[in-house]
């Protein structure tokens, strides 16, 4: 299987355009799915500089309600099917942002008018070995600084919609693709897990809201080392400072990627 990142926050010279989101196309023998579309259509551009079409791929995989995974939805005008947690249309503001507006900008009509909606709090099963996680049962604990924007009313938003988003089974384990990780990555690979059947761990893939080394960064790596996950993929809303940590902490256990717009991967 592969998956290229179609956006992320970082580049490298290679004519892609970089954005402070996320979207990663998977692809499995002849199955296509889209994971989250960033904030621009910067998605749709990379893609075509990267000479791959879009058009082929009718599954997308919204992982949470944020802007930044979601805002490009509104460049999708084709009729595609749309997978999401019930509460992505959730109101919310950001409280690093100076309350600004967190939400996806496109109502439930709005996606209705454009998609097939499956909503859904359960897994899916999109293909015969990739599925949908499903709201994440949080059996580690999630730091607050996971939980980084707020309801209308003020209260806390415990992001139940964070899904993670994407499970991919084959024959020598899975690979678990998690845009933000908001319910822990953990806690996302515990799910991950589960749903499968399956424990062993060929790759984590996505943003892990990990920003700096402090305990709960390091009880992630400890979870790497004692799960035997033989690679990291790490982008979008982990820091340069923790990417490296792993590097070190991780040498001879797991191999540790920085991810990049417009970068392929392929996993045999």
Request: hydrophobic share 35%; glycine share 8%.
């Amino acid at each position: 299987m592969k998956f290229t990142i179609l956006t992320e926050n970082r580049n490298c010279n290679n004519n892609c355009i970089n954005e402070d989101g996320l979207s990663i196309l998977i692809e499995m023998d002849s199955y296509k799915v889209l994971l989250d579309t960033g904030i621009t259509d910067a998605f749709l551009k990379n893609a075509e500089t990267l000479g791959i079409n879009l058009d082929e791929v009718n599954i997308i995989v919204l992982s949470h309600g944020h802007w930044d995974h979601g805002n490009g939805l509104k460049y999708v005008n084709s009729k595609k099917t749309l997978i999401l947690h019930p509460k992505c249309y959730t109101e919310r503001y950001s409280l690093s942002r100076n309350m600004a507006y967190a939400g996806i900008n496109e109502t439930k009509e709005e996606l209705q008018n454009k998609f097939e909606l499956i909503e859904t709090r359960e897994p899916y099963r999109i293909f015969k070995d990739v599925w949908f996680l499903g709201q994440i049962d949080r059996k580690f604990k999630v730091p607050v600084k996971n939980l980084p924007t707020i309801l209308k009313n003020e209260g806390i938003d415990y992001l139940e919609d964070d899904c993670g988003g994407i499970v991919v089974k084959l024959e020598k384990g899975i690979i678990i693709f998690s845009s933000c990780s908001h319910s822990g990555i953990n806690n996302i690979v515990e799910q991950a897990k589960k749903i499968t059947g399956e424990d062993r761990v060929i790759a984590v893939v996505g943003g892990f809201h990990l920003k700096e080394i402090n305990s709960y960064t390091q009880e992630i790596v400890q979870y790497f080392k004692d799960n035997k996950i033989e690679r990291a993929y790490m982008g979008h809303c982990t820091s340069d400072e923790v990417i490296e940590y792993f590097k070190e902490q991780l040498m001879g256990v797991a191999q540790v990627e920085k991810l990049f717009a417009g970068v392929k991967f392929e996993i045999n």
